[in-house]
């Protein structure tokens, strides 16, 4: 009798065991795959630009071909540098975002707007207004693409 009760437990231990095990697969399995996608499905890209003697950086990170964010940087000579981050989207081939960035002190929200073309992105230009602390375009259909600064793109650095 005692042997049966002993075969019985390591019967039953061996099933909880093999059920439990199963379990943690199965819970395990969903999450590799969704970090996978979400893996795969943010593109970083590096672009660059001079003008003269001033410098222009940005750092996409492309989430699902839409949603952005990343760092832009102004390497103004002899003026205050501007280097802060970008958070918006890409609707077609224009890039919309706020850049949050910090200059003398004080820091500023401004909307900025770069046009794709081929490997590059060429920033907006238009009348701004102040709305609430927020720098904005007044009509973003005015703004000017052809006298702007031109970012290539770049290997990414790390």
């Known amino acids: ?26 819970a395990a399995s969903p999450n590799v795959s969704i970090e996978k996608d979400v893996k795969e499905s943010i593109l970083e890209e590096c672009y660059t630009g001079v003008i003269k003697n001033d410098s222009i950086s940005m750092i996409l990170k492309i989430e699902n071909e839409q949603y952005v964010s990343g760092k832009l940087r102004y390497n103004f000579y002899e003026k205050d540098k501007n280097n802060g981050t970008l958070v918006g989207e890409i609707k077609g081939d224009t890039l919309y975002a706020a850049y949050t960035f910090m200059s003398e002190g004080l820091v500023t929200v401004r909307q900025v707007v770069f046009l794709k073309k081929g490997n590059t992105y060429v920033e907006g230009y238009g009348d701004v207004v102040d709305n609430k602390g927020k720098v904005t375009f007044k009509d973003r259909k005015q703004l000017k693409f052809n006298v702007s600064v031109v970012l290539s793109k770049v290997n990414c650095i790390l």
Do not use: D, P
Not at 9 to 23: N, R, T
């Open 1 to 26: 009798m005692k042997k049966g009760i002993v075969l019985g437990v390591i019967f039953f231990s061996f099933l909880i065991s093999c059920h439990k095990s199963k379990q943690l697969e199965e």
